[in-house]
C-alpha cells in the first residue's frame, strides 16, 4: 500500500504528534514504518536528509520550556566532540529548576538555571547558546577535550581562505560566561581549558596536534597563517605553521583517501614546496601514545631543513 505523502513542513524534520494532527495527519499515519517514534509524541521520517536541527526540533516542541543541551546543544553548533561522545546519542533537554525535569525516553533531563541570553532560538529549536553550551561540556569532558569544543566554537576565517568562517563564539564570550557561573559544577575543567583555547583549528585532532606541540620545547604552532606567492596572493593554508622555518603542518584525516582530495594534496604540497616551504603530513596514529610521533616528525623535519640550509 502506498503510504500518503506527509505535508511539506512535517517531512523536513521530527514533528510532535500534536503537530500532526493539526495538519490532518491521522494517527494511523503516524504510526506507518516511514516514521521512527524514538519518544512519546514524537515522530520523525526515516527517509531525508535533515539536519540535527531538524531531527531534534519536536523535543523543543513538546513545550515552551524545553531546551536543548549538552552534548544536543553541542550537536546542533557542530563542535568538536571525542568519539565517545559522538556516540551517545542521547538527547539532552533541560527546564528551568523550578520546572519539572523532562522525563521520556532516550531523554537526559536536566533542571538547569539560564541567565539572560543563554537560550537561544536557532534553525527552530530552543537551545543553550553557544558559550553556555560550551560551559556546560565543561562537567563532561577532560580539559583536552573541552579545549577542543571550545576551539570549534571560537574557530573563524578570514576572507583570504577559500572557505571564509565566523565563529560562533568569541573567546572572551567563553570568559565572561566562566566568571557569571562560579559555583558551576566543572568550573576547575573550564577555567584550565579556557587559557589554552585558540582561533583557528578545524577539528579536535588540530587541536591534538597543537597541544601536543606546544607542550614541548618546539613551542606552539600558528594556526590560520596564509603561505603567499610571490605577488602577495593567498596561495596555501596550512593547518598550522612555524613561520619561521618555513613549516607547514597539515593534518590529514580519512577523507584525505579520497582521490579527488589525494589529487588537490598533491597539488598543494607541490605549491608549498615551490614557494620554499616544506609540508609536512600529520596523521592520528601520529598524534596517539604518551610520546606522539609527530614530535619526532617535526623535530626531524626542522633539523634536515636546518642541514639544507647550513
Not at 531523554?107 to 538547569?112: A, D, E, I, P, S
Not at 553557544?130 to 566554537?153: F, H, K, Q, Y
Amino acid at each position: 500500500m502506498r503510504l500518503s505523502p506527509l505535508p511539506q513542513d512535517l517531512a523536513a524534520g521530527s514533528f510532535t504528534s500534536s503537530d500532526a494532527a493539526a495538519c490532518g495527519v491521522s494517527r494511523k499515519r503516524q504510526r506507518q514504518p516511514d516514521l521512527a517514534i524514538p519518544s512519546r509524541g514524537i515522530r520523525v521520517p526515516l527517509k531525508g536528509e535533515a539536519t540535527t536541527s531538524a531531527n531534534l526540533r519536536a523535543y523543543t516542541s513538546l513545550d515552551d520550556a524545553s531546551t536543548l543541551t549538552h552534548r544536543s546543544g553541542a550537536r546542533i553548533w557542530g563542535y568538536g566532540l571525542p568519539a565517545w561522545m559522538q556516540e551517545d546519542w542521547r538527547i539532552h533537554v533541560a527546564r528551568e529548576r523550578n520546572g519539572s525535569k523532562p522525563r521520556r525516553r532516550n531523554v537526559v533531563g536536566h533542571r538547569m538555571t539560564f541567565k539572560p541570553g543563554e537560550v537561544v532560538i536557532h534553525d527552530g529549536v530552543r537551545v543553550t547558546s553557544p558559550a553556555r553550551t560550551w560551559l556546560d561540556l565543561a562537567n563532561l569532558l577532560s580539559v583536552d577535550e573541552l579545549i577542543a569544543a571550545g576551539d570549534s566554537a571560537v574557530v573563524a576565517h578570514g576572507s583570504e581562505f577559500p572557505v571564509p568562517r565566523l565563529a560562533l563564539a568569541t573567546i572572551e564570550d567563553l570568559r565572561r560566561m566562566v566568571a557569571s557561573h562560579p559555583g558551576m559544577r566543572g568550573m576547575k575543567t573550564a577555567r584550565l581549558a579556557l587559557p589554552e583555547i585558540r582561533i583557528g583549528a578545524d577539528s579536535p585532532q588540530e587541536t591534538r596536534m597543537r597541544l601536543v606541540l606546544a607542550r614541548t620545547k618546539l613551542g606552539e604552532p600558528v594556526l590560520i597563517h596564509v603561505i603567499r606567492n610571490s605577488w602577495g596572493q593567498p596561495a596555501v593554508w596550512p593547518d598550522a605553521a612555524y613561520p619561521e622555518h618555513l613549516l607547514a603542518l597539515q593534518y590529514d584525516g580519512g577523507h584525505h583517501s579520497d582521490p579527488i582530495q589525494t589529487a588537490r594534496d598533491r597539488k598543494r604540497k607541490e605549491t608549498t614546496e615551490r614557494l620554499g616551504w616544506t609540508e609536512l603530513r600529520i596523521f592520528k596514529d601520529d598524534l596517539d601514545g604518551e610520546k606522539p610521533f609527530v614530535l619526532e616528525k617535526v623535530r626531524a623535519t626542522l633539523q634536515g631543513r636546518l642541514r639544507r640550509q647550513a
